[in-house]
């Protein structure tokens, strides 16, 4: 299980939805996949195994990536993988 759960995110208007092929259980590594920044599933995967990756260990710091997401990475960096590494790189500048 991850740091947080559903209902720990801080913005309540992603979609829950899946797609054929589309298994919200299923886990790997941040890659060149886009990151869909509306879908609940994703986002939630993401800053799960972006904390974990990061050795965070207290909530406040996977919402911090999840207000990054949302508000603070260009809408041009789209790859998980971009998104990550924009994170990582802008983490202390960041104003949440």
Same mark, same amino acid.
């Given at each position: 299980? *991850?740091?947080? !759960?559903? =209902?720990?995110?801080?913005?309540?208007?992603?979609?829950?939805?899946?797609? #054929?092929?589309?298994?919200? !259980? &299923?886990? *790997?590594?941040?890659?060149? !996949? #886009? #990151? %869909?920044?509306? /879908? *609940?599933? /994703?986002?939630?995967?993401?800053?799960?195994?972006?904390?974990?990756?990061?050795?965070?260990?207290?909530?406040? =710091?996977?919402?911090? &990536?999840?207000?990054?997401?949302?508000?603070? &990475?260009?809408?041009?960096?789209? =790859?998980?993988?971009?998104?990550?590494?924009?994170?990582?790189?802008?983490?202390?500048? %960041?104003?949440?």
């Amino acid at each position: 299980m *991850g740091l947080i !759960t559903k =209902s720990d995110l801080h913005y309540k208007d992603y979609t829950w939805t899946t797609v #054929l092929g589309d298994d919200p !259980t &299923v886990s *790997g590594e941040p890659d060149n !996949t #886009l #990151l %869909s920044r509306k /879908e *609940g599933y /994703e986002i939630l995967y993401f800053v799960n195994k972006f904390s974990e990756k990061n050795n965070f260990k207290n909530k406040d =710091s996977a919402i911090k &990536v999840e207000k990054m997401i949302r508000n603070e &990475v260009p809408k041009e960096t789209r =790859s998980q993988k971009d998104i990550k590494t924009w994170i990582e790189q802008n983490w202390t500048k %960041s104003k949440f």
